[in-house]
């Protein structure tokens, strides 16, 4: 973890959940007034406001950055802070955990929050054709109760020290309860923002609500409008030509044209990001360790940073776990590209040659077809014949992404470990998108999210992560920085968060007006 240790979370948890409602504050000149247009990536036609359902920026900065709230909130500097829980403490085994509810909050139609909306909202992501990506989170709630109107004590299957920090989860929004089917169709939060306007992969607008419960601190626009631009060209282009005051990931090839200009600047944060090719490893050929070895070895990594993200990055060794986790195992020997090794390991898989599909789109990160191209070149050294499939934008997440048995993808990371490896890695969970199921690893990964000791999960963080570079079943082959610009009639705070994109995907709370 960044600001809070593992241990300090579990000892100061109550006064961590109400150092702050919104993190690193803005500047002070900060004031009210003005209006936010956002030109983001990552929109389409299917989007809602069903929390389950969102997998990029588009949808992850219009709910829980600006119209929804949840419990926890990940602060700029990466600490934990509160959001609709005001303070929370846990046992001494990190089992069972009481939240402690702000009052004095209503939804955008003027019901009351309180502890009936915790549970049903979260109850959401239960059940067997959930396909909720915060569904490994709330099954390890063995049991949630009210104890009053605003308190709400749940205990855990095993104890997690980082469970607050799961709280924050974008899936896991608060809904009022008996009312989510409307809320999910209006889009009616708590949020700073209440919806003016829906119209899914097109467009939203909100406006500032009246005397909300965070105050004068956040939510410095009148007007929020967040317009959904997936081609990076037509991006880059409103931003220049003023349609736009900031946009999502920028064209690197033309990062010159944006730095020439006055009235623009880049910000670039250093996080977890990391974009990757994943394999369904229950699926022939990729069932086989040797062939999936040999497409490690296969790919240049340090070819794709130069190439893709242009500096802005460093090589990545086929784990999730970043420069920015706390157990990020950076002794580990890095996995080198060697033609030579692929042809070993194919022979091994009893294989002279490979050949197979791997689809991609820039919907996946910007540069993902060229990515795609160069591992095609540098793999066919190897005898492993790729051919690149360039998929549609629209509709890449729900068609081709956990569709195809090989694709490419891009993660945000997460702030802990166990978030990263529960989401996308646990055996059976709706995101692990290699369908990825190793003994060993299951067995230390409920080992160390009940581990109070600290050296000991450093191990157990370690031995999981070098399985996975041996191992498993997705290709990482470089941490990403996020690089996006921003009209200097645009202020934001001197720390810009680093988990999801565009400040933790809260600019509509943290930005204001120049």
């Not at 360039?390 to 166990?418: I, M």
């Not at 645009?490 to 680093?498: C, E, H, L, Y």
Request: aromatic content about 10%; proline content about 3%; charged content about 20%.
């Amino acid at each position: 973890m960044y600001g809070i240790s593992r241990r300090g979370l579990l000892k100061t948890g109550a006064a961590a959940g109400v150092l702050s409602l919104t993190g690193m504050p803005l500047r002070a000149q900060a004031k009210r007034g003005g209006k936010l247009t956002a030109g983001l990536g990552g929109a389409n036609t299917s989007d809602s406001w069903d929390g389950r359902t969102h997998s990029d920026i588009f949808m992850i900065a219009s709910a829980h950055g600006t119209v929804f709230d949840c419990l926890t909130e990940v602060a700029a500097d990466g600490s934990l802070v509160g959001e609709l829980a005001e303070s929370w403490e846990a046992s001494a085994d990190a089992k069972t955990w009481t939240f402690n509810l702000r009052q004095g909050v209503t939804f955008h139609n003027g019901k009351a929050f309180g502890a009936d909306d915790v549970l049903e909202s979260l109850q959401m992501h239960l059940g067997e054709e959930s396909k909720s990506a915060a569904k490994p989170i709330v099954e390890n709630i063995a049991e949630m109760k009210k104890i009053t109107d605003h308190q709400v004590q749940f205990t855990l299957a095993a104890g997690n020290a980082d469970f607050p920090y799961l709280m924050s989860d974008y899936h896991i929004l608060m809904y009022p309860a008996g009312q989510i089917e409307e809320a999910i169709a209006q889009g009616i939060g708590t949020g700073l923002y209440q919806v003016t306007a829906f119209d899914p992969g097109v467009r939203m607008t909100a406006s500032r609500v009246d005397s909300h419960y965070k105050g004068e601190d956040a939510g410095f626009f009148d007007e929020i409008e967040y317009i959904a631009i997936n081609d990076n060209t037509a991006r880059m282009n409103a931003l220049m030509t003023g349609q736009v005051d900031t946009i999502n990931r920028i064209d690197f090839a033309t990062e010159a044209l944006l730095k020439a200009n006055p009235a623009l600047r880049i910000q670039e944060v250093t996080g977890n990001q990391h974009y990757t090719f994943p394999m369904h490893t229950q699926t022939a050929p990729f069932n086989d360790v040797n062939v999936r070895k040999a497409l490690k070895y296969g790919i240049n990594r340090q070819e794709m940073v130069d190439k893709i993200l242009f500096g802005h990055g460093q090589v990545a060794n086929d784990t999730p776990i970043g420069p920015a986790n706390q157990y990020f195992a950076s002794d580990m020997e890095q996995l080198a590209y060697d033609p030579d090794k692929a042809k070993f390991h194919l022979k091994e898989a009893g294989l002279d040659s490979l050949d197979i599909n791997l689809s991609a789109s820039n919907a996946a990160f910007e540069g993902a077809v060229d990515a795609a191209q160069l591992y095609q070149a540098s793999a066919s050294a190897g005898g492993i014949n790729l051919n690149v499939i360039q998929e549609p934008a629209d509709g890449y997440w729900s068609n081709v992404w956990l569709q195809k048995p090989f694709c490419a993808c891009y993660w945000s990371g997460r702030a802990t470990e166990d978030w990263m490896f529960s989401t996308a890695y646990e055996a059976g969970v709706p995101w692990n998108d290699s369908q990825w199921d190793n003994a060993r690893f299951q067995e230390l990964l409920y080992a160390a999210r009940a581990e109070l000791d600290s050296d000991k999960r450093r191990e157990q963080y370690g031995e999981m992560q070098q399985i996975l570079r041996d191992e498993g079943g997705v290709l990482i082959p470089m941490f990403a920085n996020y690089v996006q610009a921003v009209n200097n009639r645009i202020m934001s705070p001197d720390t810009v968060g680093n988990l999801w994109q565009m400040d933790n995907a809260r600019m509509a709370e943290r930005w204001s007006v120049a």
